[in-house]
Structures are given as structure tokens and as C-alpha cells.
């Protein structure tokens, strides 16, 4: 880094700073729209972009970035108090978060996943600052070839899932792939399980399928007791003792939230790959190379700290194609580019020799944000985790018509909320036969993004399935999940063994 | 002497009879006086927040002032704005108080490769706001630079060609270059603009066709080489020339062209509604606030654009024709 880049870098700081005024409240309003389902700062930054574009440049880019930031935060607050994931990006928190909600630890599980996502989000932001030209390259070599091995680094948790009962577990990745399927294909739009229906042409709406599998069958059953956390949980005083003990717990692992959030980071930057691949991802790494794999799911800190990290590294990771190559790299970095192009910014590689204050102050913004929200959030862990305790009478039916609301949002059809309800009662019916709704969730959320880009391979090479190997990094990447896939059987193994000569 | 009661029961029967007849049988000459007297709904089959809502809102911020009366719009996405359509034409009522802000494009062509549920006749377009012609573009660093590299590279191996959708005019565009040069492309619809342009930028594919609004806004990051149509900004689009005065084609223009549209029934049943909307739509383009409303919605100056009923119904026709001619291409059927 040059002296001239350091001092612009040292401006943009005291100047972000001086925007504390909108980056406070929009903290907070970003926090309650990424809490409710089917909202998110792409369609907030929509709806108040009136506001947006009457406001300058300087203004407009805080506000945006501290609305980005902070809903993505918030998307994890209901996800883990009640197993309502706000956005599809959230989808893998509720998996160890929402456990520890139960066992009377939503405190704590808040407290973890605000410092996952503040320093994760802050640590990415300043690689991203420091790698720009290096990341914007990742998008020249990952192609979909190779994104047809990421997605299967995150399908394979499906496997993992269905390592409790097997025929359970892969039963229910296979509806969720079948599911997936359903809509137009890829290449010809050829409509496929639409069953007639003109709204399932574009596939199955993510958000209905996210609250219903998730939010409303877990409303029918905490309807059968009195309140959340299970009976056997101590119903503890509130204080600040969870609180710290949260921090202290996110903080002794520093090492997983850094490379968990890398993930994000890394898969932030490739053009149309987005939070919910990289948190998948993210907590299937995190789980195969645990060394304890088999506490995942049931409320292990590993598995709340994977998602949230990684979720929070891709927002910065979606500014680098946007700012370097002029490609938005997620749907809030699309209309970014809208209200940037409204005020004369023009990107590509000569946005940093133009005007280097824009690049470089919509990461510092993103940093600032990060920094001020940790000690904005962390106090409210101790209040928000209080919903755990509202008797279910009230909160069932609550949580029952905010999501059929947030199922609504996103397109405006009634369908999607009976749709919504349609997946709650299959997800009820799952979780009273012993199925998980995650592994299903997973093939709703991944299978279709596995066919696109298997499609396009397919298609680029007139349909040789020896496309898959035809690249150096598709190869190397292909190396590394066989690795991630029988390593972790092999050190199950030698751990079982040990073991058992321990015992003997 | 008993007077003569000068309206009888039969008389003032029969007249209220005849009134209501008059009245509901010639209903765009009795009523057109007031009209409009509420708010127009709009049906756009995207998603709120896009090109077609700042498009929209940009010209019927004018328009409602010639008019007398605001628009309303409903957002209805899905299946390429199939969905739209289908709601428009099955539940909005044939009144001239619903229009359809559709593209004439892209949305014709779904159906010529898929028939809707509606005919496709019972519908036309009666304003475009304006046209966006798509062109051809390579990524700033593509080892293919100009059309003879392309054209070079072709006679070596079947190039991979990124489109936002296989039914799309940039398609069609790319089918008949290949036609006239005898060159086989291989179309990989990349789902949307941003897909299309990433696609060619980071050579997931060899190159892409796009509507050239996308492409203006991709900035530097891309090379535009040909204009599926005329070039009308130039520079901004590399002076890239067109396909017909480069290869001597005499292939229609291949737009995006964002219409307003209207059930064939109410422009048959209340001709004077009709006649107010088009000669309101008309003066809109007269008025300078359009411009400076439309160049605010990040629209490109040159592409706004008039077009009446005449133009736009030579233009749906030529699309249908293009997509049934190349319709086992595009479909796969």
C-alpha cells in the first residue's frame, strides 16, 4: 500500500466516522427488516430508494452499506430464538443456534453469533481492502464447472445429516432435490412439477419454503408445550454473565470465525454465488474437520459460529466484482450499483484512479459498520432472548402470521403464502416422523443452483460429462472435497479405535 | 275536463328502457366525457424495483399530467413475465382502465415458443416508451477482440455464447450471424443481464448478446462489437457498427422495446378511452420533462423512443415470426 493510499484511506475513516448520525439508526433498521422473513436489504434499499437518491453520494453509499450489514446480522437473531431463518443466508444458523435457544441458551447464542458476524464481516472487509485486485480474479477461474463443486461441498452435508439415521436422512435430501427441481429448466425453460401453476415456472420461492419448513412446523410443535426452551432447561434470571460467556466462547474460537468467514469471503466474489452456498459450506467444513463432528446439530457453538461468519464475509466479498469489474455480485450490490450509477459513478478498473474515496470508502463504511455494531447488538442479546420464554399460546400463532406475511413479501402472491403453509405442515409431519427438515431444506436451496450450473457445463461441451474434469482448479477442488468427505471418516475411525484401546 | 297527462307510465317505461339501453350499448360514447375518472392499473410482469419500474414511473410521472388521472401499478414477476400477462389477460377487466407495461421483446417471443392460455391476439401494444437494441460484446480482457478473432476462433472450435434466455431478440440476433457467416454458435442462456454480462467478463463464455442498456451500464469491463440494430450512441457502445451495414443483412431491428399494452375488447368497446390514451400517450413525448424524468431513471436519451399502433403491431408480428422460424433452436422442441 502506497502513502497516497493510506492517507485517502485515513480520510474515508474520520470522514465515515463523522456519518455516525446514519449509521446508528440504520444499524437498527437494518437489524429489525433482516429479522423479519422475506425482507431484506435488497428490497428495503427498493422500497426507500426515493430517500436513497435524494441523499449524496457519501450519504447514500453509508446508509446502503450499514443497511447491507446490519439486516444480515439481523436475519440471524429470529433464526436462532425461534427457527425462523430471515433469509435464505440464514438457513444454516438455525441448525445449532435454535438448539441452544432450547436448552436455555439463546443469550449466549446470540452473543456468539454477534461476534461471529461482526468479526468475521470486519476481518473479511479489511482482506478485501487489502486483496482487492488479487479476489477480483477468483471470478476469471471459478466457473461452472467449478461452482458445480462447491455446491457439492454443501449438498454433502446432507450425508453428514443423514449419518444419524440414514435412509431418514437421504429420503429427505432427495425430496428436497426433487423439490428443487420443479419449475422451468435451465436451458429451454422447459416447465417441469409446476403442476399447472404459472408461480412454480420460476421454481419453488425460496422465502415460503424457508419459513414454512422451518418457522411454521416448528410453531406447530412448540404449540404442544408451554414455552421454547425445554422443560428439563433451568429458566434463568437474565444477565450479562451469558452475555460475556457468549463473547468468551466466540472469542476462544478466533481461528474458526477467521477461516469460516474466508469462505464467505471467497465465495462472495464470484458473480451470482451468494450467502446461502457460502454458509453451507462453511458449517459442512467446519463440521468435517471438527473434532467433535457428532455435537454438530445438537447446539454446538462450531456449528453457529460457521454460518454466521461466513454469511457476514460475503457481503464484502459481493462489493469487490461490483467495484473492480463493474458486476454486482448479489442482489443488494445490483441496486447499489443503480443509486452509484444515478450519481455519476462509473466502475471498473478505473473507479480506484477516478475516484478512490467511492471504492475505497464503501469498504471503510462496511468496516466502521461492523466495529459500531458490535457494541450496539451485544447489550440487546440479554432483551431479544427473552422471546424464548413467551408462552407458546402467543407466540405460536405470532410467529405463524409473520411468516405467512414474510412468505407473502418477496413477490406479492397469495400463493406463496399457502405455499408457506403447505411446506410448515410437511415440515411438521417430518419432524413427528423423525426426518430433518434441514436435509430437505438443503436440497430445496442447493439443488437447483447444482443443476444450473451442471447444465451449463453440460451444454458448453455439447453434453461430454468429461467436462467436469477439465480444469486444473475443477480437479483440485474435486481432490479437496473427496478429502473433506473420507478424512473425516478416517479420523472417526482412529478416534473410535483410540478409543477403545483407552477403554480396554 | 280531464287533461291529458303529458308522460305516461308506458312512456316514461319505455324512455328509462331506451336511456339504459343507450347507455350500456354505446358505452365509449356516452361515457368517454368523464373518462378518466379514477386511477389507471398498471400490470407489470417483473419484479418491482427493476428496469421496467424505473422505466415505468419515469414516463407515467408525465404522462398521468396530460392524462387527468395517476397509474397504479402492480408488480406481478414470474416465468419471464408470463405470469403477468396471464393475470392481465384472465382477471383485469377490459375497460381501459387496465394496461399492461410489457416488453415487446423478450415477452413476445415466450409465445411463439410456448402458447400462453390467452390469445395472443386478444392483446396489443399501443405505446412504446422506448427501444433498446441488443448487441454483441466480449469481456475488456477476451482473447477476442473483434469479429474477425470471432470469426477466426468459430472456424476452429463451436464458440459458447452467453444470452440472458434462449428465447430473447439477442439470441435471435446471434442465430442469424450465424446463419449469414455460416458459423454454428453455442447459445448458453446465462439467466439475466447481470449472468449474461459476468458470464463474458470473467469467460464463462466466449462471448455474450445482451440488449445494449446492460452493456452501457457494464462500463469498461466490456467491448461491444455489433449492434443488433442501429447504433445511437455511438462511442458508448465502442461505435460498434450494425449487423446489417456490416454484413450486408437486412435482419429488423432486435430490440428490448418497453410498450404499453391493452385488451383488443376495450379498445373495440370504448373507442373514445382508447383514443384519449393514445393521443395523451402521444403529447407525452412532446412535453421536455419526459427527457429529464427518463435520462433521472437512468434510461439512455437516445433509446426513448415513440411508437404507435401501427409500429408496435409490425414489430410483436416480426418477433412471433423470428421465434416460430427459430423456435427448435431456442426451445429445444
Keep these: 500500500m502506497d502513502s497516497s493510499t493510506a492517507a485517502i484511506l485515513n480520510e474515508v475513516f474520520f470522514d465515515t466516522i463523522g456519518y455516525w448520525y446514519v449509521i446508528l439508526p440504520t444499524i437498527f433498521l437494518g437489524l429489525i427488516v433482516g429479522g423479519i422473513p422475506g425482507f431484506s436489504a435488497a428490497n428495503t434499499i427498493i422500497i426507500l430508494m426515493p430517500l436513497t437518491l435524494a441523499m449524496d453520494l457519501q450519504t447514500g453509499l453509508i446508509f446502503m452499506i450499514s443497511l447491507y450489514c446490519s439486516s444480515r446480522m439481523g436475519a440471524g437473531i429470529p433464526a436462532i430464538l425461534v427457527n425462523i431463518p430471515g433469509t435464505a443466508g440464514a438457513a444454516a444458523t438455525p441448525l445449532d443456534g435454535y438448539p441452544m435457544a432450547k436448552q436455555g441458551k439463546g443469550q449466549q447464542a446470540l452473543a456468539i453469533s454477534f461476534v461471529a458476524s461482526c468479526i468475521g464481516g470486519l476481518l473479511t472487509t479489511l482482506i478485501a481492502l487489502a486483496t482487492m485486485p488479487l479476489l477480483a480474479r477468483v471470478g476469471f477461474y471459478m466457473h461452472s464447472v467449478e461452482m458445480i463443486v462447491v455446491m457439492l461441498f454443501g449438498i454433502s452435508l446432507i450425508a453428514s445429516i443423514a449419518a444419524q439415521d440414514m435412509v431418514k436422512g437421504l429420503i429427505a435430501g432427495f425430496l428436497g432435490l426433487m423439490i428443487g427441481s420443479i419449475g422451468t429448466d435451465v436451458v429451454y425453460a422447459t416447465p417441469r412439477g409446476t403442476f399447472g401453476f404459472l408461480e412454480l415456472y420460476d421454481g419453488v420461492p425460496l422465502i415460503p419454503a424457508l419459513v414454512g419448513l422451518f418457522a411454521v412446523s416448528e410453531a406447530l410443535i412448540i404449540i404442544e408445550k408451554r414455552i421454547i426452551i425445554n422443560h428439563e432447561a433451568e429458566i434463568k434470571k437474565a444477565s450479562w454473565h451469558d452475555t460475556f460467556e457468549g463473547v468468551s466462547i466466540a472469542l476462544k474460537r478466533w481461528w474458526h470465525i477467521m477461516w469460516t468467514s474466508v469462505i464467505g469471503l471467497v465465495i462472495g466474489v464470484i458473480p451470482g454465488a451468494g450467502a446461502s452456498i457460502a454458509s453451507f459450506v462453511a458449517y459442512q467444513q467446519s463440521r468435517s474437520f471438527s473434532k467433535t463432528p457428532e455435537l454438530y446439530g445438537t447446539g454446538h457453538p462450531e456449528g453457529l459460529i460457521a454460518p454466521e461468519s461466513a454469511n457476514n464475509g460475503v457481503t464484502s466479498g459481493t462489493l469487490v466484482p461490483l467495484l473492480v469489474l463493474g458486476i454486482p455480485g448479489g442482489a443488494t450490490a445490483a441496486i447499489m450499483l443503480v443509486v452509484m450509477q444515478f450519481h455519476g459513478v462509473s466502475f471498473g478498473p478505473s473507479l480506484f484512479e477516478d475516484q478512490p474515496k467511492v471504492g475505497y470508502g464503501m469498504f471503510m463504511a462496511m468496516a466502521v459498520c461492523y466495529a459500531v455494531m458490535i457494541f450496539t447488538i451485544l447489550p440487546l442479546s440479554r432483551y431479544m432472548s427473552h422471546v424464548t420464554t413467551i408462552p407458546t399460546i402467543y407466540l405460536a400463532p405470532m410467529i405463524i402470521s409473520f411468516t405467512l406475511v414474510g412468505g407473502f413479501v418477496p413477490r406479492e402472491y397469495m400463493f406463496d403464502m399457502y405455499l408457506a403453509l403447505g411446506f410448515g405442515v410437511l415440515g411438521y409431519i417430518a419432524r413427528r416422523t423423525g426426518y430433518h427438515v434441514a436435509a430437505i431444506l438443503i436440497g430445496v436451496i442447493l439443488g437447483p443452483l447444482l443443476e444450473k450450473y451442471f447444465l451449463w457445463s453440460l451444454k458448453k461441451s455439447d453434453g461430454d460429462i468429461m467436462v467436469l474434469f477439465s480444469s486444473t482448479l475443477g480437479n483440485i477442488l474435486w481432490v479437496a472435497f473427496a478429502a473433506s468427505i473420507i478424512l473425516p471418516i478416517v479420523f472417526g475411525m482412529r478416534r473410535k479405535r483410540k478409543s477403545e484401546v483407552v477403554i480396554q | ?333
Design chain 2, 1 to 333: 275536463m280531464s287533461m291529458k297527462p303529458i308522460i305516461t307510465r308506458r312512456t316514461l317505461l319505455g324512455t328509462g328502457a331506451a336511456a339504459a339501453a343507450m347507455t350500456l350499448a354505446t358505452p365509449g360514447l356516452v361515457r368517454a366525457n368523464t373518462f378518466p375518472d379514477r386511477n389507471i392499473d398498471v400490470y407489470v410482469p417483473t419484479s418491482e424495483g427493476g428496469g421496467a419500474d424505473r422505466n415505468f414511473r419515469a414516463f407515467s410521472s408525465v404522462w398521468k399530467e396530460k392524462l387527468g388521472a395517476d397509474f397504479e401499478p402492480g408488480f406481478y414477476p414470474g416465468a419471464s413475465g408470463r405470469v403477468g400477462y396471464e393475470i392481465y389477460m384472465g382477471r383485469a377487466e377490459p375497460d381501459c382502465y387496465n394496461l399492461i407495461f410489457g416488453n415487446m421483446g423478450p415477452e413476445v417471443l415466450n409465445w411463439a415458443m410456448q402458447e400462453p392460455g390467452f390469445d395472443v391476439d386478444d392483446y396489443f401494444y399501443f405505446g412504446q416508451v422506448d427501444k433498446d437494441p441488443c448487441c454483441l460484446f466480449v469481456g475488456a480482457e477476451s482473447p477476442l477482440q473483434t469479429m474477425d478473432d470471432i470469426v477466426a476462433a468459430a472456424k476452429t472450435r463451436r464458440l459458447n455464447v452467453g444470452t440472458s434466455r434462449m428465447a430473447h431478440p439477442a439470441s435471435i440476433g446471434l442465430l442469424s450471424l450465424g446463419e449469414e457467416l455460416g458459423i454454428d454458435f453455442n447459445l448458453i442462456p446465462l439467466q439475466g443481464g447481470k449472468g449474461t454480462v459476468a458470464g463474458a467478463v470473467t469467460g464463462e463464455v466466449d462471448f455474450s448478446v445482451l440488449t445494449s442498456g446492460s452493456v452501457i451500464a457494464a462500463g469498461e469491463s466490456v467491448k461491444t462489437l455489433l449492434v443488433f440494430g442501429n447504433n445511437v450512441v455511438g462511442d458508448r457502445l465502442n461505435d460498434a457498427p450494425s449487423i446489417n451495414d456490416a454484413y450486408g443483412m437486412d435482419l429488423p431491428e432486435m430490440l428490448s422495446a418497453r410498450a404499453f399494452g391493452i385488451h383488443k375488447k376495450a379498445a373495440d368497446d370504448f373507442p373514445d378511452r382508447f383514443d384519449i390514451l393514445t393521443t395523451t400517450f402521444k403529447d407525452t413525448f412532446d412535453d421536455p420533462r419526459l427527457m429529464e424524468a427518463y435520462i433521472a431513471s437512468k434510461g439512455t436519451p437516445e433509446y426513448l423512443s415513440y411508437a404507435g399502433v401501427e409500429e408496435c403491431a409490425a414489430f410483436k408480428q416480426s418477433m412471433l415470426e423470428l421465434g416460430a422460424r427459430y423456435k427448435s433452436l431456442l426451445s429445444g422442441a
